[in-house]
């Protein structure tokens, strides 16, 4: 039992009460500090039927016929209670249910009508009380008979077979036109159908990388006739290519059970040639020099990189695209790349209108890290451990002791699977270090330099190896 002690004239609320439980109230006079002696009021009260909540019962879908956007559904209602129906498609992994809000304000079977269904489908439908002050009931998703509560609405009259027609391509020389970014693609009118899916795959340009598919929907005027030409423009495309563009036709009823091919291609714009290294330089551990013949009608130019695949199966990666206005002129230096790695480098040029030209592309690779020299076994000892020492990088043209970026060292072993087991680091000025191997034998160990920034390796040799044996 709670108490609550008011002046007159005072109201109070009770929050967090259970909905379905009937509750009784009393009030008593009280005097000054202490009650008076008259009796307890005789008030009985329960919550009202807008705060109970009743779980709907007899809940089904058996009421009126379906039609093809609607479905009657019918359950037990209590006067004065609010619900909410869900409803989503029948069979969904994961459904996406939509609610619609009913009030009943009276007393017997309410029915509601759920119009804004999809023809031919089954839905599933839910339903739960609702209150004024936002409490709910559980869920009841099933028939007074145990099944799921499940209605499909009817074909929509006139809709097409599931079967469509397949698109026919147009007689010779109705083809469309095509620029440097676009194609017209045309075909003739199925009947039945309300629209359709183009779908073409627009290529990567780098070997190994995978084209991207894409798709887009066109729906005919409502009162083209069948066997009507129809002309659909697809732009955004690169220029001097062919597509193989499909169109599939769609109806109320379904999808058409082939499409139709189209060829089409987008003229050239010529580019940028002979691209190369820059004439008397050499590319370095970390930047190549680029110079190329322009082309005709560029404004400017844009450089992608891509980074070779790093593993079997794996796709090149794109790493860097430089825009004007950064590049003027037709050379370039890229940098901040990696040693002894083969890259491939696009140069694009840009029209004033934005357009991209035909592409030019080459595979450069960096300058090697210069590797260790004179890798020494000092001593190898009891306990399966060895100490090593060795001498600097050679150095070349390229890369002198002046500008030495040799952070550290890495002893490591290569193990049958190609992967690496690292046995330990030095300070660039440190070349001799005390390592222990896995067990007694006979192993080769490599040693390579290492360019690292907080703890970040920007860079690293080739590796040198020497045989050795733990005792």
Wanted: net charge positive; with cysteine.
């Amino acid at each position: 039992m709670v108490g609550e002690k008011l002046t007159t004239g005072t109201w109070i609320t009770w929050d967090e009460l259970n909905p379905s439980m009937t509750y009784y109230f009393r009030v008593i006079a009280t005097g000054s500090g202490a009650y008076s002696d008259s009796e307890w009021s005789n008030i009985k009260s329960e919550l009202t039927q807008a705060i109970r909540l009743i779980v709907p019962t007899n809940f089904d879908a058996l009421g009126a016929s379906p039609t093809a956007t609607s479905v009657d559904l019918t359950w037990d209602a209590v006067a004065g209670q609010s619900y909410e129906i869900q409803y989503s498609l029948a069979g969904a992994k994961s459904p996406d249910w939509k609610s619609k809000i009913v009030h009943c304000d009276h007393n017997g079977n309410v029915t509601a009508t759920l119009d804004t269904l999809n023809a031919n489908t089954k839905y599933n439908f839910r339903i739960r009380a609702m209150n004024e002050v936002g409490m709910v009931s559980d869920w009841v998703s099933q028939a007074t008979d145990g099944a799921i509560v499940s209605a499909t609405t009817k074909k929509a009259e006139g809709s097409a077979p599931t079967k469509l027609g397949k698109p026919k391509t147009p007689k010779k020389g109705e083809t469309g036109a095509a620029t440097s970014n676009s194609v017209t693609v045309n075909w003739t009118h199925v009947d039945g159908a309300t629209f359709y899916i183009i779908t073409y795959k627009i290529p990567s340009g780098v070997k190994g990388v995978r084209a991207t598919t894409l798709s887009e929907v066109f729906k005919p005027e409502s009162d083209v006739s069948v066997g009507s030409l129809l002309t659909y423009k697809i732009e955004g495309l690169k220029q001097g290519t062919s597509y193989k563009v499909s169109i599939v036709a769609i109806s109320d009823g379904g999808v058409a059970t082939k499409a139709v091919s189209v060829n089409a291609k987008t003229t050239k714009v010529a580019g940028a040639t002979k691209l190369a290294v820059e004439k008397g330089a050499k590319p370095s551990i970390s930047a190549v020099k680029l110079q190329w013949k322009a082309a005709p009608a560029a404004a400017g130019y844009m450089i992608e990189v891509w980074e070779p695949a790093k593993a079997k199966g794996a796709e090149p990666k794109l790493i860097r695209v430089i825009e004007p206005p950064e590049i003027t002129g037709t050379k370039y230096e890229v940098t901040g790349l990696m040693a002894q790695t083969k890259y491939t480098f696009r140069v694009v040029g840009i029209t004033s209108d934005g357009i991209e030209t035909n592409v030019v592309s080459k595979v450069i690779s960096t300058a090697k890290y210069p590797a260790v020299t004179h890798i020494q076994l000092v001593a190898p000892r009891t306990d399966a451990s060895i100490t090593l020492t060795w001498g600097l990088p050679k150095y070349n043209s390229t890369f002198t002791a002046a500008i030495d970026p040799v952070t550290h060292y890495e002893v490591y072993l290569v193990n049958k699977d190609k992967t690496e087991t690292s046995l330990g680091f030095t300070e660039g000025t440190d070349r001799n270090i005390m390592v222990t191997l896995p067990s007694t034998g006979k192993y080769t160990v490599y040693i390579r330099a290492i360019e690292m920034v907080d703890g970040v390796i920007l860079n690293k040799s080739l590796g040198a190896k020497i045989a050795v044996k733990a005792v």
